[in-house]
């Protein structure tokens, strides 16, 4: 079971003009044992074809909970 914690650092770098191309990513910044499962926080890029700055970057925090 997963459970969406919440957000760490949300930023918004540059604006996303309407119909512009973007695409996501993920890289896992942590991963520790908490409260009976495992707390992973993921920074998730949302980059904008052609620009150089990212349209958002956030840190988002989950909880796993294996059987």
Same mark, same amino acid.
């Given at each position: 079971? #997963?459970?969406?914690?919440?957000?760490?650092? @949300?930023? /918004?770098?540059? *604006?996303?003009? =309407?119909?512009?191309?973007?695409?996501?990513? #993920?890289? @896992?910044?942590? =991963?520790?044992? =908490?409260?009976?499962? !495992?707390? @992973?926080?993921?920074?998730?890029? !949302?980059?904008?074809?052609?620009?150089?700055? *990212?349209?958002?970057?956030?840190?988002?925090?989950?909880?796993? /909970? /294996?059987?």
């Amino acid at each position: 079971m #997963g459970v969406n914690y919440g957000c760490d650092r @949300v930023r /918004f770098p540059a *604006p996303v003009a =309407a119909g512009a191309r973007v695409r996501g990513h #993920g890289l @896992v910044l942590r =991963a520790e044992e =908490a409260g009976g499962g !495992v707390q @992973v926080t993921v920074r998730i890029t !949302v980059e904008i074809e052609g620009s150089e700055r *990212p349209g958002c970057v956030a840190d988002t925090i989950s909880r796993l /909970f /294996f059987e």
